[in-house]
């Protein structure tokens, strides 16, 4: 408990230090863009202050929506990330624009509003949202429910995914729910059913299935259910299925509420399965990692903006992040199933201590050592998740 005590109370104190009038930093320190309002990071690392109760952080998030809400494109996307100084510019993504800024903007003004019940905050933010639900089907390309997300459109901008994505289509679901309780009026049943299913179906397949409507491609699909799941896919594109574990993407699924207490013991055994390779009770965020002979390293070796960070076994490439693994906490906690996540939320809190809480960007799985950027908010917010008992989480059922 002792230990729990000092985590959180560290892990808030470096976000209420990130958190400005303009909304909450990525971190405090001055590097490759990381002081500036990112979508992603300062949502997450308001909810952190939300399970908390955290009144600066909570203001902090707040300002965050709105200012991304004020920058929005003129045709309705959020911001990747926002300067805080005079004549700052406005970024929508480098080479691609950011999907899931967008869906954890929507997902941020759900649980703010579910925890606030501001009234003038929810209808200030009713029409951007409206237009980023609209701007969602217009990314599914084809009518078919699920979003196309391109290379290096979410979180894991370095790492050679793209397409039906299990993260992206996860988070919208999670967020299509929140709204669902926040804006009444939008009448979204009918496409949460959609999506719900068109995610169930496409990233477990499943060889009862493979006649559905909703299968997106039903060769691939006929292929992959032939040989057993033991989780969720990461993701297809008209090539081929992305096999590989995403953390990220389990997480989300499991807090939209997709997934059968049958295909959750399934995760439970494959979690157990990477940690057993590993011989360290942590999990990477994507597993196993693209070595120099995967037919997928000339894209990751290519795919970088400031210097390249995806050996194998580190950064997205294999690499431990705070962030992710406190995402699968709470998506465990949320599931009564607790016990299960427990020794890996024990065993990376551990390295955090170690660490001296600087909550550095992710842990590599060859020396189990810290990399990255150090003092990054949604690191913090990840130590948050996995301290946090279960009886501070009711806010985030969807």
């Known amino acids: 408990m002792r230990m729990k005590n000092v985590v959180t109370?560290?892990?808030?104190q470096l976000i209420e230090n990130a958190t400005t009038p303009q909304g909450i930093l990525a971190s405090p320190i001055e590097k490759d863009n990381y002081r500036r309002i990112w979508a992603r990071d300062s949502i997450i690392s308001g909810i952190a202050g939300l399970i908390g109760k955290q009144d600066k952080i909570i203001h902090g998030l707040c300002q965050s929506l709105n200012s991304l809400r004020d920058h929005a494109h003129s045709t309705g996307f959020i911001p990747s990330n926002i300067g805080v100084e005079k004549a700052s510019k406005v970024s929508y993504g480098s080479l691609a624009g950011r999907v899931d800024a967008l869906l954890w903007y929507i997902v941020g003004v759900g649980l703010y509003a579910r925890?606030?019940?501001?009234?003038t905050f929810i209808k200030a933010h009713q029409t951007t949202i409206e237009r980023c639900l609209y701007i969602c089907d217009i990314w599914e390309y084809n009518g078919r429910h699920l979003l196309y997300t391109p290379l290096s459109g979410n979180w894991a901008d370095e790492y050679p995914l793209h397409g039906y994505l299990l993260y992206d289509n996860a988070l919208r679901l999670y967020g299509l729910k929140l709204m669902k309780s926040i804006y009444a009026e939008l009448d979204l049943t009918a496409k949460i059913e959609d999506i719900e299913q068109a995610v169930s179906i496409n990233f477990w397949p499943d060889s009862g299935l493979q006649d559905s409507k909703l299968v997106i491609h039903k060769r691939l699909y006929e292929e992959k259910a032939m040989r057993p799941c033991l989780r969720f896919s990461a993701g297809l594109n008209p090539s081929g299925y992305y096999d590989m574990w995403d953390m990220a993407g389990h997480a989300l699924a499991l807090l939209s509420g997709i997934g059968s207490d049958e295909q959750l013991d399934c995760?439970?055994?494959?979690?157990?399965?990477?940690?057993?390779?590993?011989?360290?009770?942590m999990i990477p965020a994507f597993y196993p990692e693209i070595t120099t002979e995967h037919h997928l390293w000339k894209d990751v070796e290519n795919n970088y903006a400031y210097r390249f960070k995806n050996f194998p076994h580190h950064f997205h490439n294999g690499g431990?992040?705070?962030?992710?693994?406190?995402?699968?906490?709470?998506?465990?906690?949320?599931?009564?199933?607790?016990?299960?996540?427990?020794?890996y939320d024990?065993?990376?809190?551990?390295?955090?201590?170690?660490?001296?809480?600087?909550?550095?960007?992710?842990?590599?799985?060859?020396?189990?050592?810290?990399?990255?950027?150090?003092?990054?908010?949604?690191s913090a917010a990840g130590a948050v998740f996995m301290s946090s008992p279960v009886d501070q989480l009711h806010l985030l059922k969807p």
């Open 346 to 378: 024990k065993t990376l809190l551990r390295y955090l201590e170690k660490d001296e809480f600087r909550f550095r960007e992710y842990i590599d799985t060859q020396s189990y050592s810290f990399g990255g950027q150090e003092a990054l908010c949604f």
């Open 9 to 12: 109370a560290k892990a808030f």
């Open 267 to 281: 995760m439970t055994k494959s979690i157990k399965n990477i940690a057993d390779e590993q011989g360290v009770m």
């Open 320 to 343: 431990i992040w705070p962030v992710m693994s406190g995402l699968l906490s709470l998506a465990y906690k949320l599931r009564n199933k607790q016990d299960d996540i427990k020794p």
């Open 115 to 119: 925890y606030s019940k501001d009234q």
